[in-house]
Each structure stands twice: as structure tokens, then as C-alpha cells.
Antibody, heavy 116, light 109 residues
Framework: EVQLVESGGASVQPGGSLRLSCAAS????????LTWVRQAPGKGLEWVST????????YYADSVKGRFTISGDISKNTLYLQMNSLRAEDTAVYYC?????????WGQGTLVTVSS | QSALTQPRSVSGSPGQSVTISCTGT?????????VSWYQQHPGKAPKLMIY???KRPSGVPDRFSGSKSGNTASLTISGLQAEDEADYYC?????????FGGGTMLTVV
């Protein structure tokens, strides 16, 4: 059974940094693309970033490009999202998701709040 | 990276059918057969309902079906049931990125 467990969400001030983690199990970590999707309170889903199964290819939404960095540690089966220069509009539940062209497994999400 | 266009809300009675549209461009919906649909109940993570335009993951009832014509994809739910009441999001691969629709609230009245 695929399991994705996010952690690292917190309340942070504008301009601050945060690193989210996603512990993956139940599938071969290096064989699948992994993605971060976020959902602001009361709003819709927004794709944030994807890393290819090999870890060599990364994609970013324009809204986070240059501020967020996605990475993966195959030895730990863990996906990360380093978030810098955080803004109020980054406030959201961040989901770790397996896949790129189809998101077939989702974590439970971790809440990031950016506020002074 | 503009969001795909979905109706804000749709409604139907138990047993009826409803269709939710999802309009994009030739750069996303029209350019790839990688449209997927997600169901989200309040406070829960989204669930994959349709992928590759018209494919159903195992466990998803065959009441759910997907299609595409040009730049518009559609999700049809037949034989509506109370538990189908939820938010639905379309999603399309777009080459170097992925784009979601704004979401459609389905009410079963």
C-alpha cells in the first residue's frame, strides 16, 4: 500500500523559510515522479512542483520559481520542499503526491501559514 | 500557467446524470491526452477518479466517465448518489508544468 506522510508545516513570518518533508513507502521511490500540490484555505488545488523519478528533472510553477526547491533522498525514500522568501499567498495545505500525469496517491497534507 | 476553466457549481438529483466541463487551450487539454479528474470531500485529500482522459482507476465506479473534444474535457457522473456530493477538479499536463481547474462544487439535491 502506498503511503505518503508529510511533515514540517508550521507558522512562519513573511520572508522566512521552511522545509517540508514527505516520507514515502509502498512503492519504488526512484521509479516515480513526485509532486507537491497546495490548497489555500477555501480555495482550489494548485500544482507547485514536480521532480522526476531519477531526480534529474524538476519543474516549478511560476508562482514559486526561484523561491522553492524540490529534492528527493532515495536512501531515505523522502521528498522535500525547501521554501524560501515565503509570502502570505503561500499559506496553504501542502500535499505530497505520487505521479506527474496522474496523481494516484496523496498524503494527508501539512499546513503552512505565513503571517506576521 | 493559467488555470483551466470549470463551472463553479453544478447540481443534480439522485439517479440523474451531470456533466462537468473543463476548458483549456492547445497547450494543455488540447495538446495532451493527460487529463485527470479528482474528487475532494470537505477536509479530505483529493482522490483520483479519471486519468488519461477516460481511464478509471480500479475501485472507481463505472458511473464516472471522462471524455475530451478539442480543448474541452468533460467528467460525467451518471446515476448520481448522495456520496457524490463533493468538489471536482480537472487537471492537465502541459509539458513543463501541470495546471488544475478552479474546481466545481457538485450538489446532490
Amino acid at each position: 500500500e502506498v503511503q505518503l506522510v508529510e511533515s514540517g508545516g508550521a507558522s512562519v513570518q513573511p520572508g522566512g523559510s521552511l522545509r517540508l518533508s514527505c516520507a514515502a513507502s509502498g512503492f519504488t521511490f526512484s521509479s516515480y515522479a513526485l509532486t507537491w500540490v497546495r490548497q489555500a484555505p477555501g480555495k482550489g488545488l494548485e500544482w507547485v512542483s514536480t521532480i522526476g523519478g531519477s531526480g534529474g528533472t524538476t519543474y516549478y510553477a511560476d508562482s514559486v520559481k526561484g523561491r522553492f526547491t524540490i529534492s528527493g533522498d532515495i536512501s531515505k525514500n523522502t521528498l522535500y520542499l525547501q521554501m524560501n522568501s515565503l509570502r502570505a499567498e503561500d499559506t496553504a495545505v501542502y500535499y505530497c503526491v505520487k505521479g506527474l500525469v496522474k496523481f494516484d496517491s496523496w498524503g494527508q497534507g501539512t499546513l503552512v501559514t505565513v503571517s506576521s | 500557467q493559467s488555470a483551466l476553466t470549470q463551472p463553479r457549481s453544478v447540481s443534480g438529483s439522485p439517479g440523474q446524470s451531470v456533466t462537468i466541463s473543463c476548458t483549456g487551450t492547445t497547450s494543455d487539454v488540447g495538446g495532451y491526452n493527460y487529463v485527470s479528474w479528482y474528487q475532494q470531500h470537505p477536509g479530505k485529500a483529493p482522490k483520483l477518479m479519471i486519468y488519461g482522459v477516460d481511464k478509471r482507476p480500479s475501485g472507481v465506479p463505472d458511473r464516472f466517465s471522462g471524455s475530451k473534444s478539442g480543448n474541452t474535457a468533460s467528467l460525467t457522473i451518471s446515476g448520481l448518489q448522495a456520496e457524490d456530493e463533493a468538489d471536482y477538479y480537472c487537471c492537465s499536463y502541459a509539458g513543463s508544468h501541470v495546471v488544475f481547474g478552479g474546481g466545481t462544487m457538485l450538489t446532490v439535491v
